[in-house]
């Protein structure tokens, strides 16, 4: 990927808006445009007043192609999801699964390929009356890339229940969405970061011996193309992490999602502290 093109697109992305085509579904609507199809799907077919409603937009990217997570690294930028929902309904933060490492050389980035849910907690006030369908939208701004990267929208909207019975429900979908979730990180865990000059030194204490582990980080003060090297220790691991050239100081806490091995993703905070 160019990243001098994924920035250039960064600065058009407003004025420049590829057209989608719209295709009806159950209940739905999805868009597709170059390179992408996104649509909304809910994981119930019915509203309950005061519950929470968890809304899902879905990418299914073509091959080759992919988008961004909430840091999407050296370049481009993670999707952004303005909501048109009934009066009283409130939406919460996006749920970021695990992202891939993408790209080669100097230039790496985080994102996803193939299909994408990015779901989103709905509050559902309580004087909700049930019974009736109620219609949601979404304009969806994100970036499809490959070789280059092309800027994109999607408005596309959802009517609960549907006219075909469970239509609306996605089940399955928000299932395998939630297993790629990172965790939050247990709380007899330990994790700490040492700075020591041109690189961090992140540990993590885990209770056992972690043979593997990568880190995403949620900031800018880590060079994303270094190599991580992992020193697996009694009770855990520790992760070298270089220094981004633009870090002018270190942060109170380096913070991102570590994995010690499939299905074992977490969410952690870890202060900061100098070398003794």
């Known amino acids: 990927m160019s990243m001098g093109s994924c920035f250039k697109f960064r600065q058009i992305l407003v004025a420049l808006i590829l057209g989608a085509a719209c295709v009806a579904t159950a209940g739905a609507q999805s868009f597709s445009a170059q390179h992408a199809k996104v649509s909304l799907v809910a994981e119930d077919s019915a509203v309950t007043a ?16 992919h988008t961004y997570w909430v840091n999407p ?20 933060a996006i749920r970021w699964p695990v992202p891939s490492r993408l790209g080669s050389g100097t230039i790496i980035d985080y994102g996803y390929e193939g299909s994408l849910l990015l779901a989103v907690p709905v509050q559902v006030p309580a004087d909700y009356t049930a019974g009736k ?15 280059v990267c092309i800027p994109a929208t999607a408005h596309p909207t959802l009517t609960i229940p549907s006219a075909t019975s469970g239509g609306a429900a996605a089940k399955g979908e928000f299932a395998d969405a939630r297993s790629h979730w990172p965790k939050a990180m247990p709380a007899n865990w330990k994790a700490r970061t040492t700075d020591a000059g041109d690189h961090f030194v992140l540990s993590i204490e885990t209770g056992m011996r972690e043979a593997q582990a990568s ?62």
């Open 50 to 65: 005061g519950r929470t409603l968890w809304l899902g937009v879905v990418f299914d990217l073509e091959k080759g192609w």
């Open 73 to 92: 690294g050296d370049s481009g930028e993670p999707p952004k999801i303005q909501w048109q929902l009934p009066p009283g309904f409130r939406a919460g």
């Open 215 to 276: 880190f995403f980080p949620l900031q800018d003060a880590i060079d994303n193309s270094a190599p991580q090297t992992v020193t697996p220790t009694e009770h855990g691991a520790e992760i070298t992490l270089k220094k981004s050239d633009q870090a002018t100081k270190s942060p109170p806490a380096v913070k991102g999602v570590i994995v010690l091995a499939p299905n074992r993703a977490f969410e952690i905070s870890a202060p900061v502290s100098p070398a003794h």
């Open 133 to 147: 369908p109620i219609s949601l939208s979404a304009q969806i701004r994100y970036l499809a890339c490959s070789d």
